[in-house]
């Protein structure tokens, strides 16, 4: 399976950002999904994860109500739509994937995309 996460850049605050990960190399239909970050110094955080079949979202706390991911099955890419951005919400972000149930940990996912950086001035 591979992963190319893209849509990252440099946003002011309470601005808006898509990410989109597109899949390749799936041998059957039942991934998950989910979006991980890391900012300089830190270490690498669940964002928030869906399942192949859109039927199931889990969210970070800290991105509830501002952030959404969603699937296009057709186009085999998943996205999360960043709203009301915010500064702490600068990091690398991670598309990766797993075969089963979305999970929040890291070290259940073994395929995971390059990252795109988000970048958010104040």
């Known amino acids: 399976v591979q992963l190319q996460a893209s849509g990252g850049g440099l946003v002011q605050a309470g601005g808006s950002l898509r990410l989109s990960c597109t899949v390749s190399?799936?041998?059957?239909?039942?991934?998950?999904m989910a979006w991980f970050r890391q900012a300089p110094g830190k270490e690498r955080e669940f964002v928030a994860a869906i399942s192949w079949s859109g039927g199931y979202t889990n969210y970070a706390d800290s991105v509830k109500g501002r952030f959404t991911c969603s699937r296009d099955t057709a186009k085999n890419t998943v996205y999360l739509q960043m709203n009301s951005l915010k500064p702490e919400d600068t990091a690398v972000y991670y598309c990766?994937?797993?075969?089963?149930?979305?999970?929040?940990?890291?070290?259940?996912?073994?395929?995971w995309g390059q990252g795109t950086q988000v970048t958010v001035s104040s």
């Open positions: 990766a994937a797993r075969i089963g149930l979305g999970s929040t940990y890291k070290s259940t996912y073994n395929s």
């Open positions: 190399g799936l041998t059957h239909s039942n991934y998950a």
